[in-house]
């Protein structure tokens, strides 16, 4: 199938005329050639590494994937894709994958056993996940059911549901978490969506956001600053975003909070604020007096003296955001202001930032998006009334109401709900995609999954927690199965990217969602049922979703047009926050955090873990640009560019101890340590300790990543659900920043 | 001749590597073998917090004077007419490591699998059919172009720190140093 340039504008331009952006704001002066390379076929599809979904046309050769490109005309990633997404193709042929469904053949469980694993059909292992959780429901109850997934896909959630799970725990302590919750009452809705490229001022508290990728937010703030914005960078180490920035502050790790809060205090005390946005949309009329009474305490010098950020400094970037706008302090994820036990009341106090600014909704700032909406299988086929969801939670998250409420984690607290607050009563586990690496204290998880009678794990690598699995699921992964993408990092306007399947599944691979139908069937018939009596089939329900939401008649029209927009102007909101008491106004005082034991407004608190005679230096962790945590450092491209990870040093400390470059070291903290070289870089302060996070895969099935580098969640503590509740920590924030550690040459 | 060069503006590189994923992609070159044929450096200068750093993506820069074919031995490194694309003729090169040892740019390397020298191709392939190299296709902010010679040499400054002096081979690429003109 040859194309011209104009036949693909016509695929995929519908919306172009309503987004200038969408053309590529960088083709200055080369106009992008764009042909179809002679004797391949194109599929359009949609990235599945991390989750702005980028646009992807795939070309492929006498059946194989050949070469993967971003969408021309798209405007998540620009129609580009990042290194990750470029080498996504090493992953679906990564010769390592599990291609079978196994079971386990030797009793003795750990990272070092050999499992003596021995093929089974997928009939075989359904029958037996099945028995063996019937088995525990009727000895036990559901609390015995342990899940280590996230709730999607649709399937999934119903499937958790129907059987009444309430262990179900997922990553996002450790990510978007604390955000979710402060979004939910500070502003409203749940939204990653910054409008960078419009923005005048751009506040960044630690996230290297260019170099993670994320193109939809690369590219955004690369826009901004062609557009004359200025970027501001507070982060301990320098970064490629500090290289971006027109200003890059250095600051002591874990006190961003007080640059924060002494930055309202400016705001405040000088009346710099929004008057038009804050008096018409925010509850500040209402609890002024609180409000200005509370931050007064917090003055620039007094933050100097917790972060080493000048006092006048800190003046100086408060009058520049609040009058140079429109700004924006974006929050998302545990790479802004990492993730800290103070790491919620930041996120409150950036939300403030973002009020005071004016900017909630509005060009330049943090917007909510506009999507399409695809209905999900429980609009579609309605289910009989789900089950009451009873028993403990081994985690202890109901002791944090507000993450109870968004339904979130939480990782940090489970190997010590499992080992020590109700030992034994987990006897039954599912794990999907997750890997014991992304664990604070990975090791102890360990251990507490050694307490489990039964666990299945469902992936499409062999990493270390297939090891300790007594039945193993090979996963389909993202280039392998349709979906249609709602956009949700980007929506000025609904956008819908058809996510295509670029190769049939390898082997026997199969995705989560057939599993859901398959042990449905087994276990809860009722909910996977159509209303004529047949069983749910996935294909069918994707093509009801699309013809529901407008995208087309069925899947196979919605894949052909490949990416379905609806331009339409952006109308700022004027009601915000959907919680019960808000009347409709963005929240800066937060009356109901009072009953649920949280403060309504940020105060300062320290991080958990400080510098001390034993553990001196700060240990700070990262996900290298080129890798999507614990997933792709077995992908031999990316492998290639970044296959291990160093002690990341300062020459001075370097210096101090003795420590030559590439000399392996002893890295030491209260809850571990690990051995691994160092690496000498001007670009880290004198008291901190650097290391990659993602490394240090035991498994030896995976024959790149396995046995390479060390384990940086070994230096990190996990945390019982009381230090949370101890230290004022509502939000839950796993703390996986927040360790100090010692260093000494080996 | 219609000569290409490649056009990099150092500020806007955010180091994502697509360009060096695309390159292996499409080229299909084996990982593993110590070729990779475009590649991101990262140079840090100053001493914290007085500190700098500069990523610079590199490949071939298919010199107008090529020292890598002046030097080799068995003339298996030639450079095509139409588009002045430098290429190393697989059958003839012997891997005596001649034109690794002469370039300024680390471009030609060693594989370690089948012994001979492999270096960027400008995608000389695509070029053909009208199409960008795959580096650029692929690189989100702009940060690495490519383009006819004759309207690249305009465009930048001809060196950059932590880039070899281009006197001697005349490689084909500019710098563009100012990306960022403070407007109002
Ligand atoms: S930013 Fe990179 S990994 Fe993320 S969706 Fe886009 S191409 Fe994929
Ligand atoms: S960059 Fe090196 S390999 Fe390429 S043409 Fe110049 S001298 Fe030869
Ligand atoms: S693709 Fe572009 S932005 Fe990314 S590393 Fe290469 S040159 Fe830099």
Redesign the pocket.
């Known amino acids: 199938m040859a194309l011209t340039r104009r036949d693909w504008l016509k695929t995929t331009g519908a919306g172009l005329a309503g987004a200038p952006a969408a053309l590529g704001a960088f083709e200055d002066y080369f106009q992008r050639a764009s042909g179809a390379p002679a004797g391949m076929t194109r599929i359009v599809t949609a990235?599945g590494?991390?989750?702005?979904?980028?646009g992807i046309q795939a070309w492929v050769q006498d059946g194989k994937l050949r070469f993967l490109e971003g969408l021309p005309g798209d405007v998540?990633?620009g129609g580009h894709?990042?290194g990750?997404?470029a080498a996504g193709a090493m992953q679906l042929y990564d010769p390592d994958r599990l291609k079978y469904p196994m079971k386990r053949t030797n009793p003795r469980k750990g990272l070092h056993e050999d499992p003596g694993w021995v093929r089974i059909s997928w009939q075989e292992a359904l029958d037996e996940i099945a028995f063996r959780m019937k088995q525990t429901i009727d000895t036990y109850g559901t609390e015995a059911l342990l899940f280590v997934t996230l709730p999607s896909p649709d399937l999934w959630a119903r499937f958790m549901n129907a059987m009444g799970v309430v262990n179900r725990v997922d990553h996002r302590d450790e990510c978007f978490q604390t955000d979710m919750i402060i979004q939910k009452y500070t502003t409203g809705a749940k939204t990653w969506c910054n409008d960078f490229e419009n923005s005048k001022y751009i506040l960044l508290f630690g996230w290297d956001i260019l170099a993670k990728?994320?193109?939809?937010y690369a590219t955004g703030i690369v826009k901004a600053r062609e557009n004359g914005a200025k970027v501001v960078h507070f982060s301990p180490n320098y970064t490629a975003t500090s290289r971006f920035a027109n200003e890059w502050i250095t600051i002591k790790p874990g006190t961003d909070l007080a640059v924060a809060l002494a930055m309202i205090q400016v705001i405040l005390s000088e009346n710099l604020y929004n008057r038009e946005f804050v008096d018409n949309y925010t509850n500040f009329g209402k609890y002024e007096t609180e409000i200005r009474t509370h931050f007064a305490q917090y003055t620039p010098e007094w933050a100097e003296q917790i972060s080493g950020v000048k006092a006048d400094v800190i003046r100086r970037i408060a009058r520049e955001f609040a009058s140079n706008g429109p700004a924006i302090a974006p929050a998302h994820k545990k790479s802004l202001c990492a993730n800290y036990m103070n790491s919620t009341q930041l996120v409150h106090a950036i939300s403030i930032l973002n009020i005071l600014a004016g900017t909630i909704d509005r060009p330049g700032g943090r917007y909510f998006p506009r999507m399409h909406s695809i209905p999900g299988v429980d609009a579609i086929y309605p289910p009989p009334a789900y089950p009451p969801k009873k028993g403990r939670r081994v985690d202890g998250r109901d002791k944090l109401p507000l993450v109870n409420e968004v339904d979130a984690g939480i990782f940090s607290t489970l190997a010590d709900g499992m080992l020590n607050k109700y030992p034994g009563m987990i006897k039954f586990s599912f794990w999907n995609a997750y890997t014991i690496l992304g664990f604070p204290s990975p090791l102890k998880m360990v251990e507490a999954l050694k307490t489990v009678d039964f666990t299945v794990v469902m992936d499409f690598l062999p990493t270390d927690t297939v090891t300790l699995a007594d039945i193993v699921l090979p996963s389909a992964m993202y280039l392998e199965g349709n979906d249609a993408v709602a956009r949700d990092y980007i929506a000025k306007y609904p956008q819908t990217v058809a996510r295509k399947a670029v190769s049939a599944p390898i082997f026997e691979a199969k995705s989560i969602a057939y599993v859901a139908i398959e042990l449905g069937k087994r276990l809860c018939p009722d909910y996977f049922k159509t209303p004529d009596g047949s069983w749910i089939n996935p294909s069918t329900l994707l093509d009801e979703k699309v013809r529901r939401a407008g995208l087309g008649e069925n899947f196979a029209d919605f894949a052909a047009k490949g990416l379905v927009e609806k331009p339409q102007p952006f109308v700022p909101r004027t009601t915000f926050v959907s919680v019960a008491g808000a009347d409709g106004k963005c929240q800066i005082y937060v009356p109901q955090f009072v009953a649920k034991g949280a403060d309504p407004l940020p105060k300062w608190i320290p991080k958990r873990d400080q510098p001390n005679e034993h553990y001196p230096y700060y240990y700070m962790t990262f996900i290298p640009a080129v890798h999507?945590r614990n997933t792709t450092e077995n992908n031999s491209i990316l492998h290639e560019m970044f296959p291990t990870n160093a002690a990341i040093i300062n020459p001075a400390l370097a210096k101090k101890h003795g420590i030559a470059e590439g000399q392996k070291v002893l890295v030491r903290s209260r809850a571990g340590q690990i051995e691994l070289p160092a690496h000498l870089s001007e670009t880290v302060p004198p008291d901190v300790v650097m290391v990659a996070h993602g490394f240090g895969h035991v498994s030896r099935a995976l024959s790149l990543a396995g046995g390479v580098g060390a384990r940086d969640g070994d230096l990190i503590p996990d945390a019982s659900i009381d230090d949370f509740v101890a230290a004022g920590n509502y939000g839950g924030s796993s703390c996986i920043m927040d360790a100090v550690c010692s260093i000494e040459p080996l | 001749m219609q000569a290409y060069g490649w056009l990099i503006d150092e500020k806007l590189c955010i180091e994502c590597r697509a360009c060096e994923s695309a390159c292996k992609m499409w080229n299909q070159v084996e990982t593993g073998v110590g070729v990779r044929r475009r590649q991101v450096r990262v140079y840090t200068m100053g001493v914290f917090p007085q500190v700098r750093q500069q990523s610079l993506t590199g490949a071939c820069n298919h010199c107008e004077n090529a020292w890598c074919m002046k030097v080799c031995p068995v003339k298996a490194i030639w450079r095509r007419e139409e588009d002045g694309v430098v290429l190393i003729d697989q059958d003839k090169c012997v891997g005596c490591q001649q034109c690794a040892m002469f370039c300024p740019y680390g471009a030609p390397q060693f594989n370690l699998r089948t012994r001979k020298m492999d270096k960027c191709t400008m995608c000389f392939d695509r070029l053909e059919q009208g199409l960008d190299p795959a580096c650029v296709t692929l690189c989100p902010t702009g940060a690495l172009k490519y383009g006819p010679w004759d309207e690249i040499r305009g465009k930048g400054s001809e060196t950059t720190e932590n880039f070899a002096p281009p006197r001697q081979t005349r490689p084909k690429i500019r710098f563009v140093k100012d990306p960022f003109p403070v407007k109002g």
């Open positions: 990235c590494i991390c989750s702005p979904a980028c998540s990633g894709l990042c990750k997404g990728a994320k193109l939809a999507r």
